[in-house]
């Protein structure tokens, strides 16, 4: 069955230290990735998206993810974290290929430490 | 101008009450998507629409959950006899056209409470 695991339930890091989260997805064709933030009150927004191409993804807010085809991994990263990037990250897997019908994972809770 | 809306943003219903959720999407965005995020869970799909055209339902839970959108905007998403297991955040995201290609977004979502 397709599926998106996020193996880190919550993730804390101090300000200025790096930051990866980690994404694992089962799908059985190419996948079309992505990576959300949801801050407290907030809707999802939209970090990064990777369709093909080049594998290392740059997305807003200074973060970046990188597809690895023989992992089955699209991790995130960044280097150095700001006490705004607490929140809530999922990554998620386009399961149509077509209209954009999304399945994500359970999520990583990220605190950032003074 | 401004991005999705939903109202009311917290409902708290008695079990066995009927409850409905509105989404204003962006204006002029064709496709339109409900999702139900559990407490500590990532969203999960319950339905698409292209316009007014209901393309896929298959994620609505049971036959309780009944969603529209008339006029190709607005949509409403309706929950008959509510369990307390349909306590959960209820997110809408709109996206300019149909496609991967085109990014949804979302709006601050429905925290429906069920007693």
């Known amino acids: 069955a397709q599926s998106v695991t996020q193996p880190d339930i919550h993730i804390t890091v101090s300000e200025g230290a790096s930051l990866e989260l980690r994404c694992n997805y089962s799908y059985g064709a190419t996948p079309y990735l992505f990576w959300y933030v949801q801050s407290p009150g907030q809707g999802l927004q939209l970090l990064l998206k990777?369709?093909?191409?080049?594998?290392l993804v740059q997305g807003i807010k200074g973060f970046e993810a990188e597809f690895k085809r023989s992992q089955s991994s699209f991790n995130l990263r960044k280097p150095s974290v700001h006490w705004s990037d607490a929140a809530e990250y999922f990554c998620a897997v386009d399961l149509t290929d077509s209209w954009g019908k999304l399945q994500f994972g359970a999520g990583t809770q990220v605190v950032v430490t003074p | 101008g401004a991005g999705v809306s939903q109202s009311p943003r917290y409902k708290v219903a008695k079990r066995g009450q009927d409850v409905a959720l509105r989404c204003d999407p962006i204006?002029?965005?064709?496709?339109l998507f409900w999702y139900q995020q559990a407490l500590g869970q990532g969203p999960e799909f319950l339905t698409y629409?292209?316009?007014?055209?209901?393309?896929?339902k298959s994620g609505l839970p049971s036959d309780r959950f009944f969603a529209e959108r008339p006029e190709g905007s607005v949509s409403t998403l309706k929950i008959q006899r509510t369990q307390q297991e349909d306590s959960a955040v209820y997110l809408c995201a709109s996206s300019h056209d149909r496609g991967t290609l085109n990014e949804q977004f979302f709006g601050p979502g429905t925290r429906l409470t069920v007693l």
């Open positions: 990777y369709f093909s191409g080049d594998t």
């Open positions: 629409f292209q316009n007014e055209a209901q393309l896929d």
């Open positions: 204006s002029g965005h064709v496709s």
